[in-house]
Structure formats: structure tokens, C-alpha cells
């Protein structure tokens, strides 16, 4: 009988491996039972961001709780190139799709930084978390990015990594030619300023930072969410694993 495929794409935090068997809790049970309909017998794709995708077959569903059972690998563990995303918080729906897209693009880490102009005091680093689950079970991902606490940004530069470029996504460069002038592979990160863009303190530490590379990202101002994507493509065509 042929090997039944997997509807359902899960990601979990146990560790995965041959003949492993997973309990679910009470929310991952509610989802694959109750919304999604599986029972005893079907198939699901499970990763934890370390392990590769694994099919396991589900051995008890019940209300509140379940098991499952690793079968095989069905994908191995691949990680993202070492791209953090540095970007400002801006409003609730729109960060959330920084964080989405950042996953779905691949990077390593996010980071949300508090900079002069920016309005968030808060994040709700867990709603974060779990959109960058959600979007790697969505788009097929093994790795999900940790997205970190907010930091202000003068703190994370005070003790930025000497060996980690900064593609400083710089609106003052609006209508320059858009190229990674200079660009070596090795650790990365992108910044991204909040709408009201970045201060003339920041962009002067920034500019006087060995490690930072400002870049044009065209002849148009964009909103923030819409530079972070145009970043991240512009960064994975060139140093990243799209190219
Ligand atoms: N209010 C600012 C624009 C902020 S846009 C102004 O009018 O100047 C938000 C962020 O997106 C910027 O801080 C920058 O990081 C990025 N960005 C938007 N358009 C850009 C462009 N053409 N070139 C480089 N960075 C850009």
C-alpha cells in the first residue's frame, strides 16, 4: 500500500529522529485533531529547526493531547545563510509581515531595535515568534528564526561583531545606483529604519562604522515593510543562497 502523504506541516520543539515518538500538547492536538480532522494512522510533517523534516504517522489523538511516531526523514535540516534582520518596529500588522517574510526569505535572526524614531516601546516577542513559526510551516522551511528581545539600537551597535557586515539600508541614498558596493560574504545583517527614518545621530555612527555598507534601495522612498523585503532579495541574489 502506498505510504500516505502528509497534509499538515507541524512544527515542534522535541527532538526528531528515527523511530522518535513526539507528544503533543494541548494546542498542537487541538489544531491537527479538531481543525485539520487528522486521526490514528494519518501522516504529518514535523521539523524543529534542527533535525530536518521527519513524516510521522499519528499513533493516538485525543482532545487534549497526542502522539506521534518519526517514519522517516523526508527533508534534510537546511539553514539559512548568517543574515540577521536589524529592523525598527513599526505598526502591529505591518511588523508582523516583516517577521513572516523574514522567515519565508531566510535569515538567521531577528532582531527588533528601538531606534530615535521609532514609536513601539513594546514588541509581543511570542505573537513574533509564532508568525515565524507559522510562516516556515507555511513555506516549507526546516529552520525558524529566533526573533529576539527589542534592543535600542545604540546598544546593539555598541557591541556589534567586528566581523559582521551591516547593509545599512539608508534613505538618504534614495536615487543612488543599488549595489552591495564592496561585498564579501561572511556574516551579514540588514537594517532597516522605522517610517520616520533614522536620525542624523544614527546615520552619522553609522556612516563612521567600519562594518557598515550603505545602500540605495532605489529611486522611490519605501515604507518599511516593503525596503525589508527589498533588502533581503536584493542581499540573498547577491551573497545569499539564492544566487
Ligand atoms: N521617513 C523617511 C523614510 C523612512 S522609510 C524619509 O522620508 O526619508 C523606512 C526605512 O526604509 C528607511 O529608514 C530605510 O531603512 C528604508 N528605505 C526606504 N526607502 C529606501 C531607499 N530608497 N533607499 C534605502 N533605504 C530605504
Known amino acids: 500500500m502506498a505510504e500516505k502523504k502528509a497534509k499538515v506541516r507541524l512544527y515542534v520543539d522535541a527532538p526528531l529522529g528515527s523511530a522518535q515518538s513526539v507528544t ?6 487541538h489544531y491537527l485533531f479538531s481543525v485539520m480532522r487528522l486521526g490514528v494512522g494519518d501522516m504529518v510533517a514535523l521539523f524543529n529547526g534542527r533535525d530536518g523534516e521527519w513524516l ?9 493531547e497526542g502522539q506521534l511516531q518519526c517514519l522517516r526523514q523526508s527533508a534534510r535540516q537546511m539553514m539559512p545563510p548568517d543574515l540577521w534582520l ?3 518596529p513599526i505598526k502591529k500588522a505591518r511588523t508582523d509581515f516583516i517577521v513572516e517574510k523574514a522567515a519565508e526569505m ?11 524614531f521609532t514609536n513601539a516601546e513594546r514588541i509581543r516577542q511570542e505573537r513574533l515568534q509564532a508568525h515565524a513559526i507559522e510562516a516556515a510551516e507555511q513555506c516549507g522551511g526546516t529552520f525558524v528564526p529566533p526573533v529576539m528581545s527589542l534592543r535600542p539600537l545604540g546598544q546593539v551597535l555598541d557591541e556589534w561583531p567586528g566581523d559582521r557586515r551591516i547593509m545599512f ?5 534614495v536615487g543612488a545606483r543599488v549595489a552591495l558596493e564592496g561585498a564579501c560574504a561572511g556574516p551579514w545583517a540588514v537594517l532597516i529604519g522605522p517610517e ?25 522612498i519605501l515604507r518599511a515593510d516593503t525596503a525589508a523585503v527589498a533588502a533581503m532579495t536584493l542581499w540573498q541574489l ?3 543562497d539564492w544566487k
Open 24 to 29: 503533543l500538547g494541548r494546542n498542537q492536538a
Open 56 to 64: 510521522a504517522e499519528i499513533g493516538r489523538a485525543a482532545r487534549r
Open 86 to 88: 536589524l529592523f525598527a
Open 106 to 116: 531566510g535569515v538567521a535572526r531577528i532582531q527588533p531595535v528601538q531606534t530615535r
Open 169 to 173: 539600508c539608508d534613505e538618504a541614498k
Open 196 to 220: 520616520g527614518g533614522f536620525s542624523p545621530d544614527e546615520r552619522r555612527r553609522l556612516h563612521a562604522m567600519a562594518q557598515a555598507t550603505p545602500v540605495s534601495l532605489g529611486p522611490r
Open 238 to 240: 547577491t551573497l545569499g
